[in-house]
């Protein structure tokens, strides 16, 4: 049997997002989520872990998306990193940081891996050929090149696929192709790039994938890295011409940049670096220390890159260790199909806590029981419903209630004895399983024991019914009751990875100072005369008319995005008279100040200047815009609209913005209005 690998330490990293859209529930099910829970059980045991994450900021999507909005690459990045990095605050994924590939250390960073394997002589200098559109008179990426599909006949496939039918694609596929940004018909022209010698490492990648960790990675993963490998492998271009993404540090290589597959990855190092400066602490440790387990947490999509293509760079620069596991996940389904956030058929984590505030809980809960960790899963709004109710209500909140309500009525909160011995044996066992299962990267397995123990003691309450006894047998009762206290303070600890608000809340409530795993070993948990505080509920039922709301948003919004894509217009609203029209007040205004709403997340509060007056408008548009990105802004607001309170601060007017695909955009003047001036 082969010994068990310890580590010292543990560098444990997300997929990085791009920064041209939002978070939604596949993303969390599949990189965000698992990480967390394995994060969080590390630190529970008093592991020394670092969790690294950050904003991909580069490549051709950022910059159709920019193009498509008018406004620059670094704007759109900003707006999505400041969305996305609050996001996953707001649903308790607990980065040590969240960095950015715009960042200049992440430059710094990525340009001296370049030099290094280029000094080495590890690339490969080639001159292709490529399409350059003589107008705009720059090199066109796969993606701006538009052109008709020779599968279908669709008319708008892009250059690396069609998005009609699905066909993987190359630009000299395409009939009649022309420039997305010019509508010209591009010319071929000669570029020099430079090349990492992928092939050159396939020896070694087969023998430390499919030899060394054949047995303890994921069999999805080594089957899909065994399906590249037997295609053998090919040279990669790591350069591109274009105006966004790392400079290429050598004195010829003006206007091209590090691809962003090549770049993106190194974002994990630089971010560790980020943090090492802060912290105080050697990098160097976690990246190139044998003692230091990092451990890859992606989505299948990203296999390759994590699996074959950067651990080969990895051992090409020579200072790295390759990662310990790379568990990725499968994909997450909703309501019966794919995720698409081009048909906005998705459910965006940043509106969910929207509509279900102080309730994160439920959304880990649910994308936990179904992660997608061997193969694909679907979530539904009904599905969601029915844990929530019959498992969270039902079962887990249920028994921490019944247990702390009942020692509370008839012990005032004070644990009369000390728990018997088959109560110790039940927390063993349940914290054994759920090493092993979060160790061996089982979460759904590991939740489940956890509600398994919850059920124990649901069991226990129901066969030795205490409120029933608790007259004629007082000592039975107390008894009953303290067996009970232990096991909802083993649930308070190992709820903690996957329920981490909940969890805090219950630790609270039984009037303990601190989480630690080391406790499920205590004999007894909590000791005799020890006093919990009044109890609460800790969960409540989803109705159906949540869940009918929600779905009728996720069609409505879907058929918006579908109705744009085919160049309709959403459905109008009636027509109304001109005398309807002119009873609105429409002004411009200019932002003085901006701040966060005290009492409420998703709310700024904002101080604008009227020319003549100041005003305090509260306007729900916290998740897509900070108060810094604000302040000095010209805006078009209601003037004439009636005050009213929201959260305890009055709102003197409202604010005018676009809703898009799970946006919203501000409507700003085109030059320097006055403030004040009306709007027609």
């Not at 009525?409 to 110790?424: A, I, T």
Request: glycine share 6%; hydrophobic share 35%.
């Amino acid at each position: 049997m082969t010994k068990k690998k310890t580590f010292k330490r543990f560098l444990v990293t997300s997929a990085l997002p791009y920064a041209n859209g939002p978070i939604h529930i596949g993303h969390l099910a599949g990189a965000y989520l698992p990480a967390d829970i394995y994060v969080r059980y590390r630190r529970l045991k008093g592991d020394d872990v670092k969790f690294i994450c950050g904003s991909d900021e580069h490549g051709v999507p950022i910059t159709i998306r920019a193009r498509q909005e008018g406004i620059s690459p670094q704007e759109l990045v900003d707006r999505y990193h400041s969305l996305n990095k609050k996001t996953f605050e707001d649903i308790g994924i607990s980065f040590d940081i969240y960095h950015r590939t715009s960042d200049p250390l992440h430059h710094k960073t990525a340009q001296e891996f370049f030099l290094r394997l280029y000094e080495q002589g590890i690339l490969e200098e080639r001159e292709t050929e490529q399409y350059y559109d003589p107008e705009a008179k720059m090199f066109l990426a796969d993606r701006y090149i538009v052109g008709t599909c020779p599968k279908c006949g669709y008319e708008k496939a892009y250059g690396d696929q069609c998005e009609k039918c699905g066909t993987a694609l190359s630009p000299d596929e395409l009939i009649n192709p022309k420039s997305a940004i010019t509508g010209s018909t591009p010319i071929k022209k000669k570029s020099k790039h430079w090349f990492f010698p992928l092939n050159k490492y396939e020896d070694w990648l087969r023998k430390w994938i499919l030899e060394e960790h054949a047995k303890d990675w994921k069999p999805n993963v080594v089957g899909q890295c065994r399906s590249w490998l037997d295609q053998g492998l090919k040279p990669r271009a790591v350069t591109r011409d274009l105006d966004w993404g790392v400079p290429v540090p050598l004195p010829d290589a003006k206007g091209k940049v590090l691809y962003v597959w090549f770049e993106a990855p190194i974002g994990y190092i630089s971010a560790t670096k980020a943090l090492a400066q802060q912290e105080g602490f050697d990098w160097r440790d976690y990246w190139q220390d044998q003692e230091t387990a990092i451990i890859h947490f992606i989505g299948k999509d990203n296999i390759v890159f994590h699996c074959i293509i950067f651990p080969a760079m990895l051992k090409a620069h020579g200072d790295f260790s390759p990662p310990e596991n790379v568990p990725a996940n499968e994909f997450m389904n909703l309501e019966g199909d794919k995720i698409s956030t081009s048909r906005n058929w998705a459910i965006w984590v940043h509106e969910y806590l929207q509509d279900f505030p102080n309730e994160q809980d439920l959304l880990r809960y649910v994308l936990t029981r179904n992660m997608p960790e061997l193969k694909d899963s679907e979530f539904t709004w009904r599905d969601f419903q029915t844990k929530v109710n019959t498992e969270l209500v039902g079962n887990l909140g249920n028994f921490i209630h019944r247990a702390l309500t009942l020692i509370h009525r008839y012990f005032n909160s004070e644990v009369p004895y000390n728990p018997r011995d088959f109560v110790y044996d039940w927390i063993s066992e349940s914290k054994k399983s759920v090493e092993e299962s979060i160790e061996t990267f089982r979460f759904r397995d590991a939740l489940w024991t956890v509600m398994e123990l919850a059920q124990k003691g649901n069991q226990l309450l129901s066969e030795e019914e205490p409120w029933r006894v608790i007259k004629n047998e007082p000592e039975k009762a107390g008894q009953t009751l303290s067996d009970a206290i232990q096991i909802v303070a083993a649930l308070n600890i190992l709820m903690q990875p996957f329920l981490p608000f909940t969890a805090e809340k219950l630790k609270q409530i039984l009037n303990i100072n601190s989480l630690s795993w080391d406790i499920l070993s205590q004999k007894p948990l909590i000791p005799k005369g020890h006093k919990a505080n009044k109890p609460k509920q800790l969960f409540r039922k989803i109705t159906d008319e949540e869940v009918e709301r929600q779905i009728k948003k996720l069609k409505g919004d879907m058929q918006t995005q579908e109705q744009k894509q085919q160049g309709q217009q959403p459905e109008s609203k009636p027509l109304i008279d001109y005398e309807d029209f002119s009873k609105l007040d429409l002004r411009v205004a200019k932002v003085i100040s901006a701040e966060k709403h005290p009492n409420a997340d998703r709310l700024l509060v904002l101080k604008i200047s009227l020319g003549t007056e100041e005003r305090t408008i509260v306007a729900g548009i916290a998740q897509h815009y900070s108060p810094e990105e604000l302040v000095g802004k010209n805006i078009v607001v209601v003037a004439n609209l009636k005050p009213r309170k929201l959260r305890g601060i009055e709102s003197q007017g409202m604010l005018l913005a676009a809703h898009d695909s799970g946006k919203v955009i501000l409507l700003t003047t085109d030059k320097d209005a006055s403030p004040g001036a009306p709007v027609s």
